[in-house]
C-alpha cells in the first residue's frame, strides 16, 4: 500500500521497484487485454494519475482464496502496482482497522461515493440472510448498502460470480453471485475458483486506462479473459486430435503428457485464459500439472462430475473430434489423419469461426448444468 501523499514514482522507489520493472508490468497488462504493445504507454500515463481509484473491497461466503491469489502475486508483477494506484478503504480482511473504525472507514467512503466495489464471495439469501452476517448486517443487506454509490462492481471468484461452492447442491444458504441480486449497476463478472489475479489487475487497469470497463460477453464476463474455451489454447490438444487420451493416472499416456478428457476434462467447455495466462506468474496451469479442467469458472462447475469426460456430442458432431472410446493404439491411422486434418481445419486461426459456430459458439453454448441457471436469469440490463 502507498503511503499518503506519496506520488505513485515515490512509492516505486522506495520498494525497489525499477521503471524498467513499471513498463514491464504496463506491457504485460496490454498484452493480458489482447491490446497492441503500443498501449503499454498509455497504460502507463493512466496508472501514474496522482487520482487513486476509492475501492471497497467486501468478503462475504467463501474461503478468501481470491484476495490469498492476489495478495500472494510476486512483487512488482501484479497485485502490489495495483494495489499502488487504489485507494482501498475497506477490506477486511486485510485492513489494520477492525470493529467500528472498520465500519466507520467504510460508511466514510460509502458516503463519499465513486468507489469501486469488489465483492469476494457468495450471497446467502435463505432465513433473511442470517448465515453470513458481518457487524450485525446480513450478506444482503451489506451488498445493496455497498453497490448503492459505487461507480462499478466487479465481482471476483465463481462464489461472487455464480455462487460457486457455496450455491453446489444442496445450497443450504441459498448461495447467490452479485448479479442476481444487484440490476441497476455495471457489473463486471471474474469467475475462476478462485479468480486469476492477472485477469483482477488488467480489469482494474482497463478501468483506469479507457475509463471504461471492459467488452463482456452474456454471463458479464471480459472477453480478454473468456472469450477462448481452455480446450482452443490447451497445449494437449494435438493429442487429443490425434486420439491420444490419459486412461488411468500415471500410465504411459499421463507421463507423456497426452490430452486429460477421459479423466473427466472440462476443456471443452470451459472458458477462461488459463493456459495463456497461467497461475503463480505464470509458472503453470491444472492441465499443464496433469489435472483435468475441472470448468471451475463455469456456472455450477461443482456439480459437473469432476472426473466423468463431458459428452462431446452435445457440443460438436461426432466426426470433428477422434474416437474416444478407444485406446490410441487401436485407432486406425488413416481415420485419425483424416480427423485430424478436419480439426486442423476447424481449430486453426482461420477456422475458429467455423469451429466456434459448429459448437454454437455464438450462442455461448454451455453444459447442461448451467442452461437452467441461465435461463432463470435475465442479465440483458448488465450489457
Ligand atoms: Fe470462492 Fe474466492 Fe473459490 Fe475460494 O474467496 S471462488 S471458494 S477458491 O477463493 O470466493
Ligand atoms: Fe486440453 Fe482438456 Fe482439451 Fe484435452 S480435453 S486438449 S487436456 S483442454
Ligand atoms: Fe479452473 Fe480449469 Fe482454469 S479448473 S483454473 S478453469 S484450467
Given amino acids: 500500500m502507498h503511503l499518503l501523499g506519496e506520488t505513485l514514482q515515490e512509492t516505486f522507489t522506495r520498494k525497489g521497484i525499477t521503471r524498467r ?34 475501492v471497497i473491497w467486501l468478503e ?39 470493529g ?9 467512503s460509502m458516503a463519499a461515493g465513486g468507489y469501486i466495489l469488489v465483492v469476494e ?22 451488498i445493496q448498502e455497498a453497490a448503492k454509490n459505487a461507480v462499478a462492481i466487479v465481482a471476483i471468484g465463481t462464489c461472487a460470480t455464480f455462487g460457486g461452492i457455496p450455491k453446489a447442491a444442496p445450497n ?23 479468480v486469476n ?39 494437449r490438444r494435438g493429442h487429443f486430435d490425434a486420439g491420444e487420451f490419459v486412461r488411468q493416472w500415471g ?35 491444472p492441465v499443464a500439472s496433469g489435472h483435468p479442467c475441472i470448468g471451475c469458472s463455469e456456472p455450477g462447475f461443482w ?4 472426473y466423468e469426460p463431458i459428452t462431446l456430442y452435445e457440443f460438436a458432431p461426432p466426426e470433428q473430434f477422434p474416437s474416444v472410446e478407444k485406446p490410441s493404439r487401436e485407432i486406425n491411422p488413416a481415420a485419425v489423419a483424416i480427423s485430424g486434418t478436419a480439426i486442423g481445419f476447424i481449430t486453426g486461426a482461420a477456422g475458429a469461426i467455423a469451429y466456434n459456430a459448429l459448437t454454437n459458439r455464438s450462442g455461448h453454448q454451455k453444459p447442461e448444468i448451467e442452461t437452467e441457471e441461465a435461463e432463470k436469469s435475465d442479465h440483458s440490463d448488465h450489457t
Fill in 303 to 306: 456439480e459437473m462430475k469432476t
Fill in 172 to 194: 443450504p444458504t441459498s448461495a447467490v453471485g452479485v448479479m442476481d441480486v444487484i440490476r441497476d449497476k455495471p457489473i463486471i463478472n471474474l469467475p475462476g475458483c478462485p
Fill in 60 to 98: 462475504l461466503q467463501d474461503c478468501a482464496g481470491c484476495s490469498e491469489a492476489f495478495l500472494r502475486t510476486p512483487t512488482p508483477t501484479v497485485g502490489e502496482l495495483v494495489l499502488d494506484v487504489l485507494s482501498v478503504d475497506y477490506h477486511e480482511t486485510i485492513m489494520a482497522a477492525s
Fill in 197 to 235: 489475479p492477472v485477469n483482477l489487475s488488467a480489469t482494474i487497469v482497463h478501468y483506469l486506462t479507457f475509463n471504461r470497463l471492459p467488452e463482456v460477453d452474456k454471463l458479464l464476463r471480459p472477453l480478454f479473459a473468456y472469450g477462448a474455451k481452455i480446450h482452443d489454447n490447451c497445449e
Fill in 251 to 285: 500410465d504411459e499416456g499421463h507421463r507423456k503428457g497426452w490430452c486429460l478428457y477421459q479423466m473427466g476434462c472440462k476443456g471443452p467447455v470451459t472458458f477462461h485464459n488459463c493456459p495463456t495466462v497461467r497461475y503463480n506468474n505464470g509458472t503453470s496451469w
Fill in 121 to 142: 464471495g457468495a450471497i446467502s439469501t435463505a432465513d433473511d440472510g442470517g448465515y453470513c452476517c458481518i457487524a450485525g448486517k446480513s450478506s444482503m443487506d451489506i
Fill in 21 to 54: 520493472d513499471f513498463m514491464k508490468f504496463c506491457g504485460v497488462m496490454a498484452s493480458a487485454l489482447a491490446l497492441p504493445k503500443s498501449t503499454a504507454d498509455l497504460i502507463a500515463r493512466a496508472l501514474e494519475s496522482p487520482k487513486r481509484l476509492p
Fill in 100 to 108: 467500528h473504525a472498520a465500519e466507520a472507514a467504510k460508511q466514510a
